[in-house]
């Protein structure tokens, strides 16, 4: 079993880059307020800590601005060359869709992507919950790709994994990340009191990739000390057995990291 990392703090607008094992050297851009998770998602395994913000609060935490986004990636192309940086992905300490101005900071993105990183991707990774928005579906189809969360092939899965706020049925978090184009799914696997590995749950989950149709999927289990300390971590092996289920029953290509 490999060593965990500790969990990650995020308090720029801008963070990085990182060596991602999906992204390479990744520009992370977090939407999201200073100091606190803001996220519809609790996953028992969040690399950002317990400690969230609740949706619905009194006193507004404040979201970054298109122009603080504009003026933390122009000081970043100040020390950073175009072939320091593989992709720009927009993340941070929760659900980056929440943000009041996803629109218009992607644009911003997009602009330096452009001027300073020209051969860098443009990356979102979110939950899809926020799918069925159309300023959210058109502001991520500007993107060069969207990863989406779907760890669940049922409704007690997700509920005791990713514990959304509210009711959210797995069928209704199907449609609505099937409602954006050209997705890749970004899968967690875990052992442990809740567990996803088991041959049903990973059925039920393959039965929505394939209603889903992504390019792709992206399996892949801790990588980081998760925010619930009895979850444990699926070794590889067993992860090149889920995908080969994947790909030889729905016919998606499966990416194992």
Same mark, same amino acid.
């Given at each position: 079993m490999s060593t965990l990392q500790h969990q990650r703090s995020v308090h720029d607008v801008v963070f990085g880059p990182f060596d991602s094992r999906r992204f390479g050297k990744s520009l992370g851009v977090n939407l999201l307020p200073r100091g606190s998770r803001v996220c519809n998602f609790d996953c028992i395994y969040c690399e950002c800590g317990t400690a969230t913000w609740p949706l619905q609060w009194d006193? #507004?935490?404040?979201?970054?601005?298109?122009? +603080?986004?504009?003026?933390?990636?122009?000081?970043?192309? *100040?020390?950073?060359?175009?072939?320091?940086? +593989?992709?720009? /992905?927009?993340a941070?300490?929760? *659900?980056p869709t929440l943000s009041p101005h996803l629109g218009a900071i992607v644009d911003v993105v997009a602009e330096a992507r452009d001027r300073d990183w020209p051969s860098a991707r443009t990356v979102i990774?979110?939950?899809? /919950?926020s799918a069925h928005r159309p300023s959210v579906r058109y502001a991520l189809a500007k993107l060069d790709e969207r990863v989406v969360?779907?760890?669940?092939?049922?409704?007690?899965?997700?509920?005791q994994m990713n514990r959304p706020t509210g009711r959210l049925p797995i069928t209704e978090l199907a449609h609505r990340i099937a409602m954006l184009p050209g997705v890749?799914?970004? @899968?967690?696997?875990?052992?442990?009191?809740? +567990?996803? /590995?088991?041959?049903?749950?990973?059925?039920?989950? /393959?039965?929505y990739l394939k209603r889903i149709k992504p390019l792709g999927v992206q399996?892949? @289990?801790? +990588?980081?000390?998760?925010?619930?300390?009895? =979850?444990? #971590? =699926? *070794?590889?092996?067993?992860?090149?057995?889920?995908?080969?289920?994947?790909? @030889?029953?729905?016919?998606i290509p499966v990416h194992v990291y």
């Amino acid at each position: 079993m490999s060593t965990l990392q500790h969990q990650r703090s995020v308090h720029d607008v801008v963070f990085g880059p990182f060596d991602s094992r999906r992204f390479g050297k990744s520009l992370g851009v977090n939407l999201l307020p200073r100091g606190s998770r803001v996220c519809n998602f609790d996953c028992i395994y969040c690399e950002c800590g317990t400690a969230t913000w609740p949706l619905q609060w009194d006193l #507004q935490p404040r979201f970054p601005e298109p122009e +603080d986004v504009r003026r933390a990636l122009a000081a970043a192309a *100040e020390v950073l060359k175009p072939g320091e940086v +593989d992709s720009i /992905t927009l993340a941070g300490n929760g *659900e980056p869709t929440l943000s009041p101005h996803l629109g218009a900071i992607v644009d911003v993105v997009a602009e330096a992507r452009d001027r300073d990183w020209p051969s860098a991707r443009t990356v979102i990774l979110t939950n899809g /919950t926020s799918a069925h928005r159309p300023s959210v579906r058109y502001a991520l189809a500007k993107l060069d790709e969207r990863v989406v969360k779907l760890d669940a092939g049922n409704n007690w899965i997700l509920e005791q994994m990713n514990r959304p706020t509210g009711r959210l049925p797995i069928t209704e978090l199907a449609h609505r990340i099937a409602m954006l184009p050209g997705v890749l799914i970004q @899968s967690m696997f875990v052992h442990g009191p809740v +567990d996803n /590995t088991r041959p049903e749950h990973v059925e039920m989950w /393959t039965e929505y990739l394939k209603r889903i149709k992504p390019l792709g999927v992206q399996i892949y @289990s801790l +990588d980081r000390m998760p925010a619930m300390p009895w =979850v444990r #971590q =699926v *070794e590889r092996p067993e992860l090149e057995s889920i995908a080969r289920y994947v790909e @030889s029953v729905a016919g998606i290509p499966v990416h194992v990291y």
